[in-house]
């Protein structure tokens, strides 16, 4: 069973900045892309970023492109999405999830239990 927690959530104003945290199983997180999704009220869960298990390929979406930036680190277990200039449309529950292999383009299985981001105008 691959748990994940994720952390760094909040409150911030408009233009402010994030770094959510996601922490994994050390047996074995290395082995799986990672992904960051979100979802606010009434609307359709997005799919913000992905990086593969060995960091080699990133996938950003349109929507955050240029503010918006994930990274890993292996050794302690944990993926993080840098948030920047965020923008009250940033509000939403980030959840950080698993893939199913090496490659972020792969099915998301596993999802932590999520962290409240509001961005205040």
């Known amino acids: 069973q691959v748990q994940l927690v994720e952390s760094g959530g909040g409150l911030v104003q408009a233009g402010g900045s994030l770094r959510l945290s996601c922490v994994g199983s050390?047996?074995?997180?290395?082995?799986?892309?990672m992904g960051w999704f979100r979802q606010s009220p009434g609307k359709e869960r997005e799919f913000v970023a992905a990086i593969s298990a060995e960091s080699d390929s990133t996938y950003i979406a349109a929507s955050v492109k240029e503010r918006f930036t994930i990274s890993r680190d292996n050794g302690k277990a944990t993926v993080y999405l840098q948030m920047n200039r965020l923008r009250p449309e940033d509000t939403a529950v980030y959840s950080c999830?698993?893939?199913?292999?090496?490659?972020?383009?792969?099915?998301?299985?596993?999802w932590g239990q999520g962290t409240q981001v509001t961005v205040s105008a």
């Open positions: 999830a698993a893939g199913d292999g090496s490659t972020w383009r792969g099915i998301y299985g596993y």
């Open positions: 050390r047996r074995t997180f290395s082995r799986n892309a």
